[in-house]
């Protein structure tokens, strides 16, 4: 079972990168997906969460407007479209599949994590 983040790179403030997590060796369209997101020397921190068939989205209150976080279960994929940038979403962003088709922010409910793939915004 893999998840493999990709879309990462560098980008200018007010400017918009979108990142895309396929998954294999399973199929996750019955488990709520979630974006998290780690700068050095902090813990690793919830940014966005959906539900199974995509019909419910939660997001941290700093993208709030800003990303959307949408999903392809026929394709088991997952995007987070990040919009208006800014250097504070420096960091690098890991796509996880939850335990169960609910939504949530807890990292410790999400069994599966890609690796991660890097997002730099400059000011």
């Known amino acids: 079972v893999q998840l493999q983040a990709s879309g990462g790179g560098l980008v200018q403030a007010g400017g918009s990168l979108r990142l895309s997590c396929a998954a294999s060796?399973?199929?996750?369209?019955?488990?709520?997906m979630g974006w998290f997101r780690q700068v050095p020397g902090k813990e690793r921190e919830f940014v966005a969460t959906?539900?199974?068939?995509?019909?419910?989205?939660y997001y941290v209150d700093s993208v709030k407007g800003r990303f959307t976080i949408s999903r392809d279960n026929a394709k088991n994929m997952l995007y987070l479209q990040m919009n208006s940038l800014k250097p504070e979403d420096t960091a690098v962003y890991y796509c996880?599949?939850?335990?169960?088709?609910?939504?949530?922010?807890?990292?410790?409910?999400?069994?599966?994590w890609g690796q991660g793939t890097q997002v730099t915004v400059s000011s």
């Open positions: 996880a599949a939850g335990r169960s088709s609910i939504v949530t922010t807890i990292t410790t409910d999400y069994d599966y």
């Open positions: 060796g399973r199929t996750f369209s019955s488990n709520a």
């Open positions: 959906i539900n199974w068939r995509g019909s419910m989205t």
